[in-house]
């Protein structure tokens, strides 16, 4: 029976997990290092509970069904005869889980991240050394369900499943027949939808991906002018995404854009004309699900999987006051748009709207990653920018 390591214990590794086994009978391990919800996991487990994942979507409910064969912290035992590994876990775990599995990399393996952030490989190359070039790297720009998991170990539920997801790879992985075959069952374990489209440079991904170009913008959008007093309602993420959280989300788009043409420019081999902005990625990724396409504000406030999502707060007094300790911040920005801010300062582009949210959001959480416009605060070791590992040839990027 195939075996599939997967990194991570959260909404995405519950959904996956049953999926893969009832669509595809493979065996699922799950390496979790997060004490809580091992634990939980593993007790559902004891107890005969089998993991339910209901998708309700477009007026109909389907249902699917599966545990994985273990949930343990022992990466040993999770990584036995499993050639492929689904990173499905926040980006801020990547390191521990990195190195809880070096020892137990061999030839061959095929690691998938789900979604990616682009500091992945810098991440790969620094916790596995030489290693790294025994396994094949393909990164996915987003992850395939908007989903929430309510019991661990026993239920969750898909509220939106995106049309396609959009992956990247190297030419010479992409060769190996090993890694189709990797992503035929990959394909076969999420089903029908969304359609796995590995047609892009894995830097043109990287660079690209959704999280990075939304969750920052629509913060600052509407927390950058707060006046520190709590608020009487919690602010939907999306669907109350002001006018100038778009303007940032669009702004960061066009610098990304602007970093792809540029690289491509200095490496003509380097073909990243396949990137798109983030209007049309939600064009291409949701489609009918929009319910107006007129702009980018537009479509943030109207499409339907991620209407009922709301802001990280705090409750204070029976109000509220937005939570900045959060993934939209502490893994959007630090393993997200400053790695992207480390490649475009390693090709002199100059980026300001992300220099302007990356000032914001440090202050927000205490650090200091951007001085005086270059990465050089005092906590940029604790992100995966380029900088942080060293790399100052943007050839050791484009070429990775």
Known sequence: MTKILLCGDGNGAHVFTALATQNCGVQVNILSLYEPVRTQWQNSLKQGATLKVVREEKDTEESFEGNPV???????????????????????????????????????????????????????????????????????????????MSEIGKNARIYGTKDSMYGGISAKSKAKPHVTAALELVQRCLGQTPELRVTRPKLGVLLSTSNVQIHPGVMIGQWGKWDGKPVEAIPRFYFDCTKEGARYCEGVSEEVLGIGKKITELFPDVDLSSMVGIKDWYLNTYGPEIGDTTSLYTILRSNAPYSSFKHPVKEVNGKYVPDFNVRYITEDITFGMVPIRGIAQLIGFPTPVMDEIITWSQGCIGKEYLVDGKLSGKDIKETSAPQASGIVDIKEVVYA
């Not at 273990?70 to 990466?75: I, L």
């Not at 036995?80 to 061959?108: R, S, W």
């Open 70 to 148: 273990m949930v343990t912290d022992d990466a040993k035992a999770a990584a036995d005869g499993a050639k492929i590994l689904v990173f499905m876990n926040p980006a801020f775990t990547h390191d521990a889980y990195l190195n809880a599995l070096e020892p137990y990399v061999t030839k061959d393996m095929v690691i998938f991240t789900i979604p990616c952030q682009p500091g992945f490989d810098f991440a790969i190359r620094k916790a596995w050394g030489d290693k790294a070039s025994l396994v094949d790297v393909v990164v996915f720009d987003t992850l395939p369900w908007a989903c929430k």
